[in-house]
């Protein structure tokens, strides 16, 4: 199995200032056949189902607002947010699909400071 | 219109068995993959399982294998997780979520909580 290693497990930010969430595979998770990573980021806000932010590592689903932003590429991926703002006080997790299980990292905490 | 509701979760005694069930409106349903996935309370996200479009894949997740099912009636747009032998450790709120094209999961459900507890 894949093991997911998120970083750090809890954040608190300023508004404004930039946060960043990091995600470690235990093997790779690029696919030559399509020249992707199978990877993906979800926000979880309590109470509320995850979200899909990200597939493809860098993909941004419609509606996520362009302050998000993802990157990386075989076994180490990131997160970033360019400015925080009070909505995006949440869970963050990253899940790999490459293979099944299709395995999630053990989430992020993010707080504003 | 919320297209993933599921139902089916409760209070179970261990080892005793449950079906949750997640109904599909507004998409395709025959064409789209669908998982499950759990959360324990105050808890991460864990994997569960997940059927091929036309249900003729099935994998799980070591934790669940051999315990519990998952099926799918695209007549009724409906998915389905058969749970038994339920141990403690199953606690959690039970999401089902369509997987799009190997793109992730796009659109989850609310969830539904399992409670197994003498």
């Known amino acids: 199995d894949i093991v997911m290693t998120q970083s750090p497990d809890s954040q608190a930010v300023s508004l404004g200032e930039r946060a960043t969430i990091n995600c470690k595979s235990s093997?790779?998770?690029?696919?030559?056949?399509?020249?992707?990573?199978?990877l993906a980021w979800y926000q979880q806000k309590p109470g509320q189902p995850p979200k899909l932010l990200f597939y493809w590592a860098s993909t941004r689903e419609s509606g996520v607002p362009d302050r998000f932003s993802g990157s990386g590429s075989g076994t180490e991926f990131t997160l970033t947010i360019s400015s925080l703002q009070v909505e995006d006080v949440a869970v963050y997790y990253c899940q790999q699909y490459f293979s099944t299980p299709c395995t999630f990292g053990q989430g992020t905490k993010l707080e504003i400071k | 219109q919320v297209p993933l509701v599921e139902s089916g979760g409760g209070v179970v005694q261990p080892g005793r068995s449950l079906r949750l069930s997640c109904v599909a409106s507004?998409?395709?349903?025959?064409?789209?993959?669908m998982h499950w996935v759990r959360q324990a309370p105050g808890k991460g996200l864990e994997w569960v399982g997940v059927i091929w479009y036309d249900g003729s894949q099935k994998y799980y997740a070591d934790s669940v294998k051999g315990r519990f099912t998952i099926s799918r009636d695209d007549s009724k747009n409906t998915l389905y997780l058969q749970m038994n032998s339920l141990r403690s450790e199953d606690t959690a709120v039970y999401y089902c979520?369509?997987?799009?094209?190997?793109?992730?999961?796009?659109?989850w459900g609310q969830g539904t909580l399992v409670i197994v507890s003498s």
């Open positions: 979520a369509r997987e799009r094209g190997g793109t992730g999961c796009d659109f």
């Open positions: 507004g998409f395709a349903f025959s064409s789209y993959a």
């Open positions: 093997q790779s998770v690029f696919s030559g056949t399509n020249n992707k990573n199978s």
